[in-house]
């Protein structure tokens, strides 16, 4: 996931100090609390969703991480499923309905086989749970 991340430096960096020091200003505490209170960017550190005020724009609280939200490993780069995209999977099912199950299944097969046309080695993390939620 992305999230929370959006500057960043390139190995190739001439200018790797100046850049250091402006990533550690973006990403300070307190242009990450702004950046929630005033600009209504929701905040995925811990420290600062504990702390900063919720924006004053409607629905807000509904986008808050909660209990329930983890941050899960990227997945693999690149990977085009044939057929639909899990994402796209997803609308239908909420907007038709369908068999979860087999909806699932599809996808799996789609992808794992699109893993396997790309080339790609990807060994799971043996350390990932994603029944233990917020990043625990």
């Known amino acids: 996931m ?14 790797k100090d100046e850049a250091w020091k402006f990533l550690e200003y973006m990403y300070g505490e307190q242009v990450l609390t702004e950046s929630q209170e005033i600009a209504g960017w929701i905040s995925i550190v811990p420290d600062i969703a504990a702390k900063a005020q919720i924006p004053d724009i409607p629905g807000t ?15 693999p780069e690149n990977i085009k499923p044939e057929g639909k ?20 299944n ?21 350390s990932f749970d994603p029944k233990k939620f917020q990043g625990q």
Request: hydrophobic residues 35%; negative net charge.
């Open 106 to 126: 599809g996808l799996n097969q789609s992808y794992n086989a699109a893993l396997e046309r790309s080339g790609q080695q990807v060994a799971p993390d043996p």
């Open 2 to 15: 992305d999230g929370g991340t959006w500057y960043g430096m390139s190995k190739a960096s001439q200018h």
């Open 61 to 75: 609280e509904y986008f808050l991480p909660g209990k329930y939200d983890a941050i899960w490993p990227l997945p």
């Open 85 to 104: 995209t899990a994402d796209q999977a997803l609308v239908d099912f909420v907007i038709a309905g369908g068999d979860l199950d087999g909806i699932i």
